[in-house]
């Protein structure tokens, strides 16, 4: 049998304490010992199908053309069986639970070609203990694929159309404002919004920033080149390395100066541009005081729509 793929890119929310990880790269290498895994990453939070399914989406436009493996809140026994969704004319294969943790990256490459349900367990690894879908179906199958098994060999052919959609936060535009949400702080606190560019630019150059659901005043952001163009205190609006809007500080976490983390809702309300471009007013938010508790930080959400 000829080899197809030789890389299987892995995301998890299994993080590296324990050993699940390893047993996945050691499953892959038993069944297709040629084949290199790439870790995405496996510090998505446990169960977090959304926060997964945008990391992937971020990531697809960047991963190599193979197998692309995601076990993020895998569940035994699963009520719909795990997939594998061919896109991009078979250079690729998205393996994963039907959870929507892999929609969005479909949708981000075009599409599916065509997809199977992993039941053929023929093709699971077999165990006396109870079935880890990760270890047992997901990595043999990720496996298999790319020591040249044909993709419907795997199980019963499904529809597309089928398979669960994720669930994504759409902004919304109410007597002139932007409502968005956060939809990923990443580790320098860079706020990432579900706010399109080009859409909020055409209202103007220059916001007053609200944050959360009881609109706490954060002051007002202009577009910026980078961080490094805002003073002490300042906060600003760029377009990040993946195309999105971020409202992001200078060698300072923004999420904790705005007190904002995904799933947060945000307001942006244009202003008169009587500053020049790329400068911005101090925030009037900072860190909570000593003692103070993280559950008067709002935590609304912009509408959502099904994709």
């Keep these: 049998m000829t080899s197809r793929y030789d890389t299987i890119s892995f ?3 299994h993080g590296r304490t324990d050993e699940f990880v390893g047993l996945v790269h ?4 038993h069944f297709a010992p040629g084949t290199h895994v790439v870790d995405v990453t496996h510090e998505i939070d446990p169960h977090d199908v ?3 399914g945008l990391a992937l989406a971020r990531a697809a436009q960047y991963l190599c053309a193979g ?3 995601v076990s993020v809140d895998t569940v035994v026994p699963s009520p719909r069986p795990s997939v594998a969704v061919e896109v991009g004319g078979g250079a690729t294969v998205l393996v994963g639970p039907d959870n929507g943790v892999l929609a969005p990256a479909v949708a981000m490459v075009g599409g599916a070609d065509r997809a199977v349900r992993l039941t053929n367990e023929e093709f699971f690894l077999p165990t006396g203990a109870a079935r880890s879908e990760g270890r047992d179906v997901l990595a043999p199958a990720a496996a298999h694929l790319c020591a040249g098994v044909p993709l419907e060999e795997l199980g019963e052919e499904a529809d597309p159309a089928g398979l669960m959609p994720a669930t994504f936060p759409l902004t919304r535009f109410e007597d ?3 409502l968005g949400e956060v939809l990923w702080v990443d580790r ?3 706020v ?4 399109d560019p080009d859409e909020l630019f055409e209202l103007g150059r220059r916001f007053e920033l609200l944050a959360g659901t009881e609109e706490r005043r954060a002051g007002s952001v202009g577009r910026v080149g980078g961080a490094d163009q805002l003073g002490t205190g300042e906060v600003g609006l760029v377009l990040d390395a993946y195309g999105m809007l971020s409202v992001v500080a200078n060698r300072f976490p923004a999420s904790e100066q705005l007190r904002l983390a995904a799933g947060d809702a945000v307001t942006l309300v244009p202003v008169d541009d009587d500053q020049s471009p790329g400068v911005t007013t101090a925030v009037t938010l900072g860190r909570p005081a000593a003692g103070g508790s993280a559950v008067d930080r709002p935590t609304g959400r912009a509408e959502e729509e099904q994709a």
């Design 176 to 178: 002139g404002k932007v």
């Design 188 to 190: 320098f606190g860079n």
């Design 67 to 69: 197998v692309v493996l």
């Design 50 to 52: 959304r926060a997964g």
């Design 192 to 195: 990432q919004l579900n706010v």
């Design 26 to 29: 050691s499953v892959v290498r």
């Design 11 to 13: 995301l998890s929310d």
